[in-house]
């Protein structure tokens, strides 16, 4: 009786008594709910999403003996996820909606293969409440929460008001039904600028825009109505204050059929670009004890406002005096989930097949400890140099660090498998352990420079800056670290001049092997580069950045041993390959008595060097003969596609006057929204794509009069 009349006292003061008394009424049907459910053994569990985690659903359901099925679009045809379930079936084409999104499909395969529950991973359908209702009704356990808590905590005004009638700390905002512009606007004024426009139904940091005057607000919302639109069907809006160099820590929690919860602690995931994370870790640093205890049972409480099942994650900002404020629910498993395992010994899918299954949670709050640090690191097909744009392509060359008890590599895709376009950019989850942040932080930044991808652009250059960052290694993180230290985190990597040496002979051997291959009783692959009547001293022309690089290699009288000259510096060079294939050689290096290892990867006109001075890329000059004419591309009279992708919207006619800024196209890339601008002043010459078209990077959008 006391807590209901808490509730109301609660619900009273923040106005909410509809909501109260919604609250009351499923409190009161608690008992009856988990006495009179009734649970299904599940024996074949169908995973409706794709890439990553459908794999690491996998994992855990074959470690349980669980029969997995695997739906997959046309561009999915051969992937990761496909050979590791034991059944797959096509659902459509690459379009999200019409393949992924497709409700019925996905309900008719579950039948059709006797999957009993569908787990439906992160994104796509994972927070969609009539998704959840649908699979109740067909009498398929869903695996994830209520429809009735997707709901509440899935429209974002509405999780407010239950948040502040269960007495969790909710920020000022505005979450009213009135959308007109002018009312938004009025409301951004009346809260103060800087303000945050978010998506009521939004997720992963789409549909959400920050104005920080009220001159950009209209831009801003325009922008952030049309990307939640296309992500969620719903462009709703809400309005709240911004808080200034805020922390993003949220706590991850469970619930079961039976009344019980827990939480496993929190994570610190401040570290964002275009407010999606990038490094996360748990537990959070330098909370107090006290507000470790505090916000976990202030996520408990949201959880048991809305009846909760399963794995949730409650969102706090946090500011700098460790006040912390209600976000948001993800009514799902997270993407950083690993990070919680790791520290708490614990398999969250595992808990969550156990607990659709009507099983009791498998720990108790006081069986719940904090063991070590973790921290994982998203690896992404992006360019970090270009506003980290994403990218897409085959992964010709990839290799991961070695995975063992304290390091996971969560990864859906394998050497030589494409990087689609339609999908998240995503490559993998980089997750290691130890037993305090320090030593955690270590193995990140060393486990990131055995990682080696070629192929396409990609983050892990600026993950192991951003780790070995000196305000990151402190821990004084919050939500505009990067902008913040933009300089420190981009600046352009010097070349030590063992790189050149390794660089310069990696391309001799690979050319040398290439010619033995040709002809295997040719003299000319001998490692001396002994001729008669020939010059011993052999040229090579390196590129970076726009730095051209001259290497002279001259042959020493010893085997494997040579004289590298590079600007006025002359190294003694003993280099022994280890691993020799048509693409790669792993070298060993002495240069001048210091030793060292390294790996060269050749693709096109490329060597990729992977050492443990970091990754370079290095272009090799096509020599003149082998040039051709290149077709038409980029120039000052023209707009480019700066990423892979589809055109949207178009915005001109051939024709028009343009002013520079103007909006030109919006293209779609990995389900993220980029407005391609006019780089002047100028006329529309030409229009080169509609609506619905794919685009590659670089390719020519629109040109413009001369």
Same mark, same amino acid.
């Given at each position: ?30 008992? &009856? ?23 690491? +659903? ?21 992937? &990761? ?158 309005? @709240? ?29 401040? +570290? ?8 996360? @870790? ?45 976000? @948001? ?55 970090? !140099?270009? %506003? ?27 050497? %030589? ?14 997750? =290691? ?78 050319? &040398? ?36 690089? @001259? ?9 494997? =041993? ?74 000052? !009279? ?8 589809? =055109? ?59």
């Amino acid at each position: 009786m006391a807590t209901i009349l808490k509730v109301f006292e609660l619900g009273r003061q923040s106005k909410c008594i509809s909501n109260v008394f919604d609250r009351l009424q499923s409190l009161g049907n608690i008992h &009856m709910r988990y006495c009179s459910k009734s649970y299904q053994n599940i024996s074949t569990l169908l995973i409706a999403n794709r890439g990553e985690i459908a794999c690491r +659903v996998m994992r855990t359901a074959k470690k349980m003996g669980i029969k997995t099925v695997a739906l997959f679009s046309e561009p999915d045809r051969n992937s &990761m996820h496909v050979a590791m379930a034991d059944e797959a079936y096509h659902i459509g084409p690459a379009a999200s909606q019409e393949s992924y999104l497709r409700q019925d499909k996905i309900i008719n395969i579950a039948k059709k293969t006797g999957a009993q529950a569908i787990h439906p991973g992160y994104g796509f359908l994972s927070e969609n409440y009539e998704f959840a209702d649908l699979c109740k009704s067909e009498g398929i356990t869903f695996i994830g929460p209520p429809s009735s808590a997707i709901k509440d905590m899935g429209i974002k005004s509405t999780s407010k008001h239950i948040m502040s009638a269960a007495g969790v700390p909710i920020i000022e905002g505005y979450h009213g039904e009135d959308q007109s512009d002018q009312r938004l606007r009025e409301e951004a004024e009346r809260i103060g600028f800087p303000i945050m426009i978010k998506a009521v139904r939004g997720g992963g940091g789409k549909g959400m825009r920050i104005s920080n005057t009220a001159e950009e607000f209209q831009e801003q919302l325009d922008s952030a109505r049309s990307e939640a639109m296309k992500s969620f069907g719903d462009d709703v809006m809400l309005v @709240e204050k911004f808080v200034n160099t805020p922390r993003h820590v949220e706590v991850q929690i469970f619930g079961d059929h039976h009344g019980n919860y827990v939480y496993l602690f929190e994570r610190d995931c401040s +570290v964002q670009r275009r407010h999606q994370k990038v490094i996360e @870790e748990a537990p959070a640093p330098g909370l107090t004890s006290e507000t470790r205890q505090a916000i976990g049972e202030a996520a408990i409480r949201a959880a048991r406002a809305v009846n909760y099942v399963g794995a949730g994650t409650v969102e706090f900002i946090m500011d700098e005096e460790q006040n912390f404020y209600f976000m @948001e629910m993800n009514t799902r498993l997270q993407v950083e989930h690993p990070v919680s395992e790791m520290i708490t010994d614990t398999d969250l899918v595992e808990w969550q097949i156990k607990v659709a299954s009507g099983q009791v949670l498998p720990k108790k709050q006081s069986d719940l400890k904090i063991n070590g640090h973790s921290f994982e690191a998203r690896i992404y097909a992006e360019d970090p !140099d270009n %506003n980290f744009m994403p990218g897409a392509g085959p992964l010709h060359f990839l290799e991961t660090p070695k995975p063992d008890e304290f390091t996971r590599v969560e990864t859906g895709v394998r050497q %030589n498998d494409e990087v689609s376009v339609h999908y998240d950019p995503m490559i993998a989850k980089l997750v =290691v352990w130890s037993h305090d942040r320090k030593s955690a932080l270590s193995k990140l930044i060393y486990s990131l420079r055995q990682y080696k991808i070629v192929g396409l652009a990609n983050n892990i250059s600026f993950l192991d800056n951003l780790a070995s960052h000196p305000e990151f290694q402190n821990a004084n993180v919050h939500t505009g670290f990067i902008p913040q230290y933009y300089d420190n985190l981009f600046v352009k990597k010097s070349v030590d001049p063992s790189v050149i040496c390794q660089s310069a002979l990696a391309l001799l051997l690979k050319r &040398m092997n290439d010619v033995k291959k040709r002809d295997a009783f040719t003299p000319f692959s001998d490692s001396t580069l002994r001729r008669v009547n020939h010059d011993l001293r052999r040229k090579v022309l390196l590129k970076k950045d726009g730095a051209d690089y @001259e290497i002279c290699i001259v042959p020493s009288a010893k085997s494997n =041993v040579y004289q590298v000259e590079y600007e006025n510096s002359s190294f003694e060079v003993e280099v022994l390959p280890v691993i020799s294939n048509e693409n790669r050689l792993d070298l060993n290096f002495n240069i001048d008595g210091v030793k060292s290892k390294a790996t060269a990867v050749f693709s096109q006109n490329t060597i990729n060097l992977f050492s443990q001075n970091g990754s370079f890329v290095f272009d090799v000059p096509l020599p003149n003969y082998t040039k051709g004419s290149s077709a038409a591309g980029a120039s000052s !009279d023209s707009a480019i596609a700066p990423m892979p992708g589809v =055109v949207d919207k178009v915005h001109v006619t051939e024709g028009q006057e343009v002013k520079e800024g103007d909006r030109l196209l919006v293209m779609i890339a990995m389900k993220m929204e980029y407005v391609i601008k006019s780089p002047k002043d100028g006329v529309i010459k030409k229009i080169f794509h509609k609506s619905g078209d794919t685009t590659s990077k670089g390719t020519v959008l629109v040109t413009f009069e001369n």
